[in-house]
């Protein structure tokens, strides 16, 4: 059974930095597409960034582009995303998702549906 696990999350001031983690179990890590996304209260889950198997294509959010980096490491199964230069709007529940059903390396997915593992968030937020 595939897990996700988020960790890294917390308190810090506008203009920190904060660098999530995604550890996940399985065998087939290398072969998914993965992905960042966050939800605020009232808000819906929005992708933050994505990367595709094998890390040679990511996507970024219009809001994060800069200042947020995703990243992988299949040697040790998990995903990662580096965010600096925080700001409130950044307050959210992060979640890492990966998709099992790429079937190439290029492809990065932003839309929520394709993914079929979801973690099960960790708060990240950033006080004025």
């Known amino acids: 059974q595939v897990q996700l696990v988020e960790s890294g999350g917390g308190l810090v001031q506008t203009g920190g930095s904060l660098r999530l983690s995604c550890a996940a179990s399985?065998?087939?890590?290398?072969?998914?597409?993965m992905g960042w996304f966050r939800q605020a209260p009232g808000k819906e889950r929005d992708v933050v960034a994505a990367i595709s198997r094998g890390g040679g294509s990511t996507h970024y959010a219009d809001s994060v582009l800069g200042r947020f980096t995703i990243s992988r490491d299949d040697a040790k199964n998990t995903a990662y995303l580096q965010m600096r230069n925080l700001k409130p709007e950044d307050t959210a529940v992060y979640y890492c998702?990966?998709?099992?059903?790429?079937?190439?390396?290029?492809?990065?997915?932003?839309?929520?549906?394709?993914?079929?593992?979801w973690g099960q968030g960790t708060q990240v937020t950033v006080s004025s």
């Open positions: 998702a990966a998709d099992s059903h790429v079937i190439n390396d290029f492809t990065v997915v932003v839309g929520t549906e394709p993914y079929d593992y």
């Open positions: 399985g065998r087939t890590f290398s072969t998914w597409a």
